[in-house]
């Protein structure tokens, strides 16, 4: 089982980054996927986690109104798209997929990708 999470960069603040999260050796539309973060000397955060079926969504605040996930079935892909970024959603961004819920949101997932680092500066 591989997630391969891409998309990070650096973009300006009040600027977008779509990010992905591409899986192999599992379907992704039968688990429960997780973006999470993190900031150098900092604790690994939720940021956005959503259910396989039904569709049930963990927001945390920093992700309210700006934030948004999405699957793409056909390509076994998992996006989260940030919009109006901000210096502080600099950090690395990690998926993280399972068949529970309950476990994606804590952190406690079966499978995470590698990082990727998004820096939001001018």
């Known amino acids: 089982v591989q997630l391969q999470a891409s998309g990070g960069g650096l973009v300006q603040p009040g600027g977008s980054l779509r990010l992905s999260c591409a899986a192999s050796?599992?379907?992704?539309?039968?688990?429960?996927i997780g973006w999470f973060r993190q900031d150098p000397g900092k604790e690994r955060e939720a940021v956005l986690c959503?259910?396989?079926?039904?569709?049930?969504?963990y927001y945390s605040e920093p992700a309210k109104g700006r934030f948004t996930i999405a699957r793409e079935n056909a390509k076994n892909t998992v996006y989260l798209q940030m919009n109006n970024l901000k210096p502080e959603d600099t950090a690395v961004y990690y998926c993280?997929?399972?068949?529970?819920?309950?476990?994606?949101?804590?952190?406690?997932?079966?499978?995470w990708g590698q990082g990727t680092l998004v820096t939001v500066s001018s």
């Open positions: 050796g599992i379907n992704l539309e039968n688990y429960a």
């Open positions: 959503i259910s396989a079926r039904p569709d049930i969504t």
């Open positions: 993280a997929a399972d068949v529970l819920f309950e476990r994606v949101v804590p952190g406690r997932s079966d499978y």
